[in-house]
């Protein structure tokens, strides 16, 4: 497994388990899948974005890692994405699967797809 595949695995899953991680705080990693997401996100959501910051996450392996990450995208604003990032071999891009609107600091990040 390449340092890229195993950097997100978290004690509480394996890389072949489908069970759902830990919630952890945001870092660079879910940050890079945040940005690379952003703009789809503004367009299908029709808002505005004066910060967009991964403020914690929860990741679920599967053929390639579902990544659900709690985003602070204003002030006080926040909201939680489905960000789908393909095994390495695939050569495909993360994408924006689905995404929760008006959700608050205390909301539990829970699978959406």
């Known amino acids: ?5 195993s950097s997100s695995d978290c004690s509480c899953c394996s890389p072949l388990d489908s069970g759902l991680c830990e919630i952890k ?3 660079e990693e879910a940050q890079a899948l945040c940005d690379k997401v952003k703009e789809e996100f503004l367009k299908r959501a029709v808002v505005s ?5 991964a403020v ?6 599967v053929a390639g890692k579902f990544y659900f990450i709690k985003v602070l995208y204003g002030d006080d604003v926040y909201a ?9 071999m ?3 891009e993360p994408s924006l699967q689905n995404y929760q609107m008006d959700r608050t600091k205390d909301d539990d990040i829970e699978e959406i797809f």
């Open 56 to 61: 914690s996450y929860r990741v679920q392996n």
């Open 25 to 27: 705080p945001g870092d």
């Open 80 to 88: 939680h994405l489905t960000v789908y990032k393909p095994i390495a």
């Open 90 to 92: 695939s050569r495909r």
């Open 1 to 5: 497994m390449s340092d890229d595949e």
């Open 49 to 53: 974005a004066s910060t967009f910051v």
